[in-house]
């Protein structure tokens, strides 16, 4: 089983990357640093007679890469209390590619695949991030994709996650896991 | 007392934007469209030693304009069961506006602010929706702002929250309360 | 199609009840104070060999009698940000009946019925009572029942409820929706 | 510090029993196991004139046991997605204690205790659990406790516990943090 990661983090090196390294160590994954490209917010057309436009940027690049892949890693430091703007805009567009004749099989092909989450933060994140837990739960219950696990961690400046003996041991089970 | 809408919808007339409407007629009311703007995503550089890079957009001017208001309305509408990337975005640049010498007193300024929350979405709203209701009120404690309430609408097609009595009973109710 | 009330709370006239009344108003209504009963805690048998012991009490009577019903009304007060333990006791005991020889259908059956909760409290109902709401959906969803819609409602003192607009326009549009 | 364990559980070696026994073992504990004793339900009179009813059961007693010590673990199934009635028979009547002159401090008392909860579940209590520990969460925040932190675990037959890894390991992680 091949693995796709993607980073919702805009700091190199930060603490959600460090842990999601940890956890990804020695296997197979295919890394994708959301901020390094260009995805512009959704416009939600759903109901436009014309239906959406075709946006000319990274998105569907991505998309095309995460569809191979039999495990998806939601890595994402936890941003005033749920993912990243960079993160939410990516999943946003999902309802773009849910219409979209160029990805007949989209919602299918999520169906059959493996979710995790990875989100870090600095304020009490094992009680003030359950929500975005519950939130990436109907994310995937929508597109039938199955919420494997999650690991969530603290951690403020950079490097105070490996502080986090219980997330990083979550990390390594982890890896044991997948291999 | 003077308000400020936030909209984080994507399109015009949105279910979101029409019960927001509701609410806030015959008040005094700046409304923003922050799909009209360059808002860029947070590059978090808050642990970096060069501190945070003086960014080229619209944010800044959206920043001065809602800080002349007692009154936040947070107008999303459920995309994905939380914010939209849009308004997202635009709350996660607050980590930059915190450490901005042009804004020493930005926190103090909007823990004197009333804020609302006015949210629509089409997949059991009710329910799915309060995991954002959540996180609204630990951005809000965070910054110690007064979260006055908030109304969940229900609605998918355009002009479909005009059926969900409830939630316009709500509006009119903060419309009275305001007044 | 007829209804029943179950309520959790445990002094006479209190606000939930107050709250509930307004809502079934000139329905056909079978109310079931489960304070008035001997509801014991169950004693979890699941795996145990020989299964779970017939306990004397009120408790199978009140199944019976719900078992009547196509609507169920949850009416509890929010003690300590969750159902009362008077009602919190009554669920727990689901667990034997769905192992009871007596109820081979009690699942089915429960899957047939539509339920709502009518939940008030005290200290911001509005967002503290929300993981009450969630719960429910979890354990209609666990039954198959389908979960019609709640009402939360802020009150302390006695006939506070009446303040609530918001809660009163609720039970009104509850009942007109039932007639 | 010593440590007191309330035991909301109704099975003798159920599976949160044996994940908590793992994250006390060695440690100073006093064990109360809320279904060995009478503990009715509360009966509200916060507001009714003539107050609270003495109560004649073993409530107080456990009260008086708690407060001589510094850390308290709530240890419960997760019954129905929530805390056990029988567990939460006993925090219901907090209410009563709040008011109770033999009790003048008890709020003062609590809010010098750090609190831990262990709750065990059997269908997806990694995502279906969150809300019990929102719920404590709020329990704590408004008695001043410190919730130090919680432990999930994942087992339905007795002793399926002992396949979550991740759970014992949180528990050894405990012991080791109080030692």
Do not use: C
Request: charged share 25%; net charge negative.
């Amino acid at each position: 089983m091949t693995i796709a990661v993607l980073y919702g983090g805009t700091r190199p090196n930060g603490n959600t990357e460090t842990l999601t390294k940890k956890a990804i160590q020695g296997l197979d994954v295919e890394e994708i640093y959301l901020k390094d490209y260009l995805i512009k917010p959704i416009e939600d057309k759903r109901h436009a007679e014309e239906g959406f436009t075709k946006i000319d940027d990274d998105y569907n690049s991505i998309i095309d890469r995460i569809l191979q892949h039999e495990i998806l890693i939601f890595s994402t430091p936890i941003y005033w209390y749920t993912m990243s703007g960079t993160m939410k805009n990516f999943i946003d567009r999902w309802s773009q590619t849910l219409k979209d004749a160029q990805y007949p099989d989209f919602k299918n092909q999520m169906a059959q695949k493996k979710a995790y989450v990875i989100a870090v933060g600095g304020d009490n994140p094992y009680v003030k991030g359950l929500p975005l837990i519950q939130q990436f739960q109907h994310i995937f219950d929508f597109m039938g994709t199955n919420f494997e696990g999650y690991i969530i961690g603290e951690g403020n400046k950079p490097g105070e996650i490996l502080q986090d003996t219980q997330a990083l041991y979550a990390a390594s089970k982890f890896q044991e896991s997948i291999r």
